[in-house]
Each structure stands twice: as C-alpha cells, then as structure tokens.
C-alpha cells in the first residue's frame, strides 16, 4: 500500500502563534501555522510541518488545490485517512 495517495482537505489559519492542529471541522482537518500567508511561506511552512507530524518523506506530501486560499487539497502519500488522523489528533483514535 506504499503507493496509495490519500487526499484529505484542510482548512488553514496562516500567522498563528505557533504550528498546530486544531481539529476536525466537517470533513475538513483545521490547521494553524506560525508563517504569514505572503509568497508562499505559510504553503511551505503547513507541508513541513504535515511532513514532520505524519513522518513522511517530503516527496510524498503536497497541496493539490487551494494555494492561494484557506482551504486546500492535500495528497499524502502511504498513508490511509484513518492513518493520518490517527498521527494528527491522538484523541481521534478513540472516534476511530
């Protein structure tokens, strides 16, 4: 299952005090990031930040739509959606 791509959408606050999940809304996972929305800064800084919670190689994340907006598509490669909640929002295992 290495090669299964998941896409999940997020729902992201650029210019947060610090990098953090905030949790589900809907379907959408809700993510704060410490860089400002400004030539792509909080893009790079959400994916670092994806990579590093999931442990995932950064080849194998990226936003698929939504760059310029709030709302993004994400692909993740390797991981399944329950996978990715589960490294996301611990407390989600017990909804899982």
Same mark, same amino acid.
């Given at each position: 299952?290495?090669?299964?791509?998941? /896409?999940?959408?997020? @729902?992201?606050?650029? +210019? !947060?005090?610090?990098?953090? $999940?905030? +949790?589900?809304?809907?379907? !959408? #996972?809700?993510?704060?990031? %410490? %860089?400002?929305?400004?030539? +792509?800064?909080?893009? @790079?800084?959400? #994916?670092?930040? &994806?990579? /590093?919670? &999931?442990? $995932?190689?950064? %080849?194998?994340?990226?936003?698929?739509?939504?760059?310029?907006?709030?709302q993004k598509v994400? %692909?993740?490669? +390797?991981? *399944? /959606?329950?996978?990715? &909640?589960? /490294? #996301?929002?611990?407390? !989600? *295992?017990?909804? #899982?």
């Open positions: 299952m290495q090669n299964q791509e998941t /896409r999940i959408t997020v @729902k992201v606050q650029p +210019g !947060a005090s610090k990098n953090e $999940v905030v +949790g589900l809304k809907g379907d !959408a #996972l809700r993510l704060r990031i %410490a %860089a400002p929305p400004e030539k +792509g800064k909080a893009n @790079k800084e959400l #994916l670092e930040f &994806l990579r /590093r919670q &999931l442990d $995932v190689p950064g %080849a194998d994340i990226a936003i698929i739509s939504g760059q310029t907006s709030h994400i %692909a993740i490669k +390797g991981l *399944n /959606r329950s996978e990715i &909640l589960k /490294r #996301l929002l611990p407390q !989600a *295992n017990l909804l #899982l």
